[in-house]
């Protein structure tokens, strides 16, 4: 894999695809419809979809690509593969909350090794050099050539004063008891695979997730987490969090900067 290519492609497909979604999401309606599983999906989340994945599929014909709008690539099955979630937050988009992001991921022998969080909205970038390692762009942002960068990295947690972000849509009492395993300072909420970002760049230490996701709402972030420093692990049992499983689906999961001391489920 060419990962100065993929940089560069990943980081200008998610900002084509989020000029599409912010388009949509400026206008008056968003065509939204409701997936198989009750899910909603917009017409942002769709045009977002192709975008990528005809940009993906036209610079890295021979890699294997999973998306969340083409149920198809669900039934493909490898350890190495690109993943792509072109609108995480599908929920705060509708509701025009802004913390919605574009999520392109490549998975590498089962675990996300390089990625893009593109937040719209937020006007936030968050993606992985050629060397693994993660930076955040300032902006404003140029399809053509990366801009300023700075480096981000875990913070070096203070056990006894924890900052922690959680689900800004599925936050539920068997998160409120993990959490209050903890010595917090204080608690944020944040929508999609922003979480994983925060824990990246330090503004918090721990971001729990007792509550259904799939590899594609977690690679990304996790890509960013870990050239960052930081971990995602099993929710029971603290092992490593793996790609590639069965349908997709994630089991719950704890991401995190190494220094804070994990708790049991």
């Known amino acids: 894999m060419d990962y100065q290519l993929l940089t560069d492609v990943m980081r200008r497909l998610s900002l084509q695809a989020g000029e599409k979604i912010m388009e949509i999401y400026n206008s008056d309606d968003f065509g939204v419809k409701v997936k198989s599983d009750d899910s909603p999906v917009t017409a942002a989340d769709e045009a977002a979809d192709a975008l990528i994945s005809a940009g993906l599929r036209a610079a890295f014909p021979d890699v294997m690509l999973v998306t969340e709008e083409q149920a198809e690539s669900h039934k493909e099955k490898g350890e190495t593969f690109l993943i792509v979630d072109p609108l995480d937050g599908t929920k705060e988009f509708i509701n025009r ?52 960068v700075k480096p981000i990295r875990v913070a070096q947690s203070d056990n006894e004063a924890l900052m922690i972000v959680a689900s800004k849509s599925h936050r539920d009492q068997a998160t409120d008891d993990y959490i209050n395993k903890y010595a917090v300072k204080d ?30 709402d977690t690679a990304a972030g996790h890509a960013v987490l870990t050239g960052a420093g930081g971990a995602v692990v099993r929710f029971d049992t603290h092992a490593p969090l793996v790609y590639g499983k069965e349908g997709y689906a994630n089991p719950f999961f704890i991401a995190y900067s190494p220094a804070v001391l994990l708790k049991n489920a």
Do not use: Q
């Open 97 to 148: 909350r802004g913390d919605f992001t574009v999520n392109i991921a490549l998975v590498e022998n089962g675990m996300p090794t390089r990625g893009v969080v593109y937040a719209p909205a937020r006007e936030r970038m968050f993606f992985t050099l050629a060397d693994g390692s993660s930076v955040e762009e300032l902006g404003p942002f140029d399809e053509a050539m990366i801009g300023e």
């Open 187 to 216: 608690t944020k909420s944040a929508g999609s695979s922003l979480k994983f970002c925060l824990v990246a760049t330090g503004e918090a230490d721990l971001y729990p997730r007792v509550g259904r996701t799939m590899e594609w």
